[in-house]
């Protein structure tokens, strides 16, 4: 995938997780990676987003943006693993990023994943308020 507007396409047949890309592309010009889901929702990942999600032991997958610089964000290839997960080899050495479909979904910051997690949270904190009610 090293040339630019590069699209990967993943073999979906051999998928168990929940959700799973169809098409892949990276989007050099803008730096982000634009993953379009089985579901036929369209989720774009600032390459920063993703680097510093990384969940190797060094990075730590905390999402800590400050400890990377620009071009530690820089993707050189990506590959369907074949296993529900995306591999991520990052410009800047030998670094590589395993992402599951799983994960990589749950990053997604698009106005609509944003107001599910929001409605869950809310829904979890009135089922908590009730049981404490309930209790009394």
Same mark, same amino acid.
């Given at each position: 995938?090293?040339?630019?507007?590069?699209?990967?396409?993943?073999?979906?047949?051999?998928?168990?997780?929940?959700?799973?890309?169809?098409?892949?592309?990276?989007?050099?010009?803008?730096?982000?990676?634009?993953?379009?889901?089985?579901?036929?929702?369209?989720?774009? +990942?600032?390459?920063?987003? #993703? &680097? @510093?999600? !990384?969940? %190797?032991?060094? =990075?730590?997958?905390?999402?800590?943006?400050?400890?990377?610089?620009?071009?530690?964000?820089?993707?050189?290839?990506?590959?369907?693993?074949?296993?529900?997960a995306l591999?991520?080899?990052?410009?800047?050495?030998?670094h590589t990023?395993? +992402?599951?479909?799983?994960? #990589? &979904? @749950?990053? !997604?910051? %698009?106005?609509? =994943?944003?107001?599910?997690?929001?409605?869950?949270?809310?829904?979890?904190?009135?089922?908590?308020?009730?049981?404490?009610?309930?209790?009394?």
């Open positions: 995938m090293g040339e630019d507007n590069a699209v990967l396409a993943v073999d979906t047949e051999r998928q168990e997780e929940n959700f799973y890309p169809v098409e892949v592309t990276q989007l050099k010009e803008f730096e982000f990676l634009r993953i379009v889901w089985d579901d036929g929702h369209l989720g774009d +990942y600032p390459l920063a987003h #993703l &680097r @510093s999600y !990384c969940t %190797c032991s060094t =990075c730590g997958g905390r999402g800590d943006y400050s400890r990377f610089e620009r071009k530690d964000s820089y993707v050189q290839n990506i590959y369907d693993t074949g296993n529900g591999r991520v080899d990052w410009d800047n050495g030998n990023s395993i +992402y599951s479909f799983t994960f #990589l &979904r @749950s990053l !997604c910051r %698009c106005w609509m =994943c944003e107001a599910e997690r929001m409605l869950a949270d809310s829904i979890e904190r009135v089922e908590v308020s009730n049981q404490k009610f309930a209790g009394r």
